[in-house]
């Protein structure tokens, strides 16, 4: 047995799941990590309008096939190195291309009980082998209301399907809501601010496992990172 201690832990990276409403931002926050971490986006819902002016590289995934061509690029491909950040947008429907495969293999038109149990494996299988690389990991997700069966609150969650929904955060070590709030900009013009919540308040499911971002942040990933690794907090 090797006994380690924290303070050798040397840490780069981030791993992030933002959720939220359509049109919120979630898209556009895995395009602000560029110039400064060249990133690659995984694009399952062809949505990536909002970043078109980044100049960010993305691959399209329609089926498990992509989805395992495009990790095994990160993991083995020279070509691949240039990258510091990969994006899945959204895990939404990288859920439901799992369980599209799933039910292909079974042959199945509908899926059983058996098949929701599969899809978890599946999916922690997923979320796990991106996760794990040595480059940063951002994977969107819409979002969803769901009522406390004994307080009647109702909490927005990220939108997952089965057991992962309840388990999900535990895999990230940022978990976002991505939201927005009408505003006024300098001249007096309506314009729509777009923010991030960093915890949990209640309502919204948040964590923030550096313990370093303030409730509420700017929806910039270079913000957040050097604010967690450098520790300069920005209201």
Same mark, same amino acid.
């Given at each position: 047995? @090797?006994?380690?201690?924290?303070?050798?832990?040397?840490?780069?990276?981030?791993? *992030?799941?933002?959720?939220? @409403?359509?049109?919120?931002?979630? /898209?556009?926050? /895995?395009? /602000?990590?560029?110039?400064?971490?060249?990133?690659?986006?995984?694009?399952? !819902?062809?949505?990536?309008?909002?970043?078109?002016?980044?100049? &960010?590289? %993305?691959?399209?995934?329609?089926?498990?096939?992509?989805?395992?061509?495009?990790?095994?690029?990160? +993991?083995?491909?020279?070509?691949?190195?240039?990258?510091?950040?990969?994006?899945?947008?959204?895990?939404?429907?990288?859920?439901?291309?799992?369980? !599209?495969?799933?039910?292909?293999?079974?042959?199945?038109?509908?899926?059983?009980?058996?098949?929701?149990?599969?899809?978890? #494996?599946?999916? &922690?299988?997923? =979320?796990?082998?991106?996760?794990?690389?040595?480059?940063?990991?951002?994977?969107?997700?819409?979002?969803?209301?769901?009522?406390? +069966?004994? #307080?009647?609150?109702?909490?927005?969650?990220?939108?997952?399907?089965?057991? *992962?929904?309840? /388990? *999900?955060?535990?895999?990230?070590?940022?978990?976002? %809501?991505?939201? #927005?709030?009408?505003?006024?900009?300098?001249?007096?013009?309506?314009?729509?601010?777009? %923010? =991030?919540?960093?915890?949990?308040?209640? +309502?919204?499911?948040? +964590?923030?496992?550096?313990?370093?971002?303030?409730? %509420? &942040?700017?929806?910039?990933?270079?913000?957040?990172?050097?604010?967690?690794?450098?520790?300069?907090?920005?209201?």
């Amino acid at each position: 047995m @090797e006994i380690k201690n924290t303070a050798d832990i040397s840490v780069n990276k981030l791993n *992030i799941l933002i959720y939220g @409403e359509p049109g919120a931002g979630k /898209t556009r926050f /895995t395009g /602000t990590a560029q110039p400064r971490f060249k990133t690659l986006v995984g694009s399952a !819902e062809s949505g990536l309008l909002s970043i078109r002016g980044l100049g &960010v590289d %993305y691959v399209d995934i329609k089926n498990m096939d992509d989805l395992r061509e495009v990790l095994e690029f990160l +993991k083995l491909s020279n070509d691949a190195k240039k990258y510091q950040c990969f994006a899945i947008d959204s895990g939404t429907e990288i859920q439901q291309v799992c369980m !599209e495969s799933i039910l292909r293999e079974e042959k199945r038109d509908k899926a059983q009980i058996a098949d929701w149990g599969t899809l978890n #494996t599946r999916m &922690v299988g997923v =979320i796990r082998a991106f996760r794990d690389l040595s480059i940063s990991f951002i994977m969107t997700a819409l979002e969803e209301s769901e009522g406390d +069966k004994i #307080t009647g609150e109702v909490k927005v969650v990220p939108c997952f399907q089965g057991k *992962i929904q309840k /388990t *999900i955060s535990g895999y990230f070590d940022e978990v976002f %809501y991505a939201g #927005t709030q009408a505003g006024k900009d300098e001249s007096g013009k309506d314009k729509i601010k777009h %923010y =991030i919540l960093t915890r949990n308040n209640g +309502k919204y499911m948040g +964590k923030d496992r550096s313990g370093k971002l303030p409730l %509420y &942040v700017r929806p910039d990933f270079c913000e957040i990172y050097d604010t967690i690794f450098n520790n300069q907090p920005k209201e």
